[in-house]
């Protein structure tokens, strides 16, 4: 894979995968909205599917990682830290472009929001909020969480016909050769599991692009009357994946 392409790939799969994400977010907060108060159990079906499609698409380009922990844990894992810069700024870049695709779907209930008496903060469509303002717990939970992700995902690959993305390795020449496609419906599916069984405290980022990018993206963007982007707590998602990626690419070749 050139570092065009891997680049090309990480932009475009993040941002779908945060256009379906803060999409779906959008969807059950705003007022205006026919999923209003649709509940936790759409949110996080949302987000699968969005891992779904983002990783689709970007898998023949990239190999679709579309979260740095996701890359990081890879590295931990094979020892190959070179292109770990190149897929964090594609991920980055995406996650703040398809939180802006996200904004300008919902323009207008983000406006209509605004003129309502008791507007809805909007922070919580676009990054994760703690239901319980504890750092040391928000932090642990974002660590055991990601952990949870990475280390199934990294044991996928060890299973015949199937890959990290699709992605199995390479040929001698350097050709890509592609596991089962399957491995993406399984990473979606173990998304949805994790937003059901371990996003409760914390909104599950378990991605730190997902929740910067569309952080900034949130603290630019002219919404009207949208509240604080709440940096103070912006560096738990953040450290806590990278923590559980790292945990979980130590435990694997550890273990495996």
């Known amino acids: ?3 065009g392409d891997i680049f090309t790939g990480e932009v475009i799969g993040t941002a779908i995968l945060i256009l379906f994400g803060a999409g779906v977010c959008a969807a059950v907060t705003l007022n205006h909205s026919k999923a209003k108060a649709s509940g936790w159990i759409v949110i996080a079906f949302g987000w699968g599917f969005g891992v779904l499609a ?6 023949p380009l990239s190999g679709a990682h579309l ?6 844990g890879v590295a931990v894992d094979t020892g190959d830290w070179d292109k770990v810069p190149l897929y964090i700024l594609g991920q980055l870049v995406g996650a703040a472009i398809g939180a802006v695709l996200a904004w300008l779907l919902y323009y207008a209930q983000f406006a209509a929001n605004a003129e309502e008496r008791n507007a809805q903060p909007t922070l919580g469509v676009f990054a994760t909020i703690p239901e319980l ?22 044991a996928f690959g060890r299973v ?8 199995a390795g390479t040929d001698g020449d350097g050709t890509v ?19 059901l069984s371990l996003g409760g405290p914390t909104g599950y ?3 730190p692009a997902r929740d910067l990018g569309p952080r900034l993206a949130h603290a630019v ?35 495996f």
């Open 133 to 154: 303002r504890n750092p040391v717990a928000n932090l642990v939970t974002e660590i055991i969480a990601t952990a949870a992700l990475v280390l199934p995902l990294l």
């Open 67 to 72: 979260n740095p922990a996701v890359t990081v």
């Open 177 to 195: 050769i592609y596991g089962s496609g399957i491995s993406i419906l399984l990473v979606s599916f173990l998304v949805v599991g994790i937003g």
């Open 54 to 59: 983002g990783a689709y698409t970007a898998a």
């Open 205 to 207: 980022a378990i991605n």
């Open 221 to 255: 963007l002219p919404i009207p009357n949208k509240g604080t982007s709440d940096w103070s707590y912006a560096w738990i998602p953040v450290v806590g994946p990278l923590i559980g990626a790292v945990l979980a690419g130590l435990v694997f070749n550890a273990a």
């Open 1 to 3: 894979m050139s570092n």
């Open 160 to 167: 015949d016909g199937i890959g990290i993305g699709p992605v």
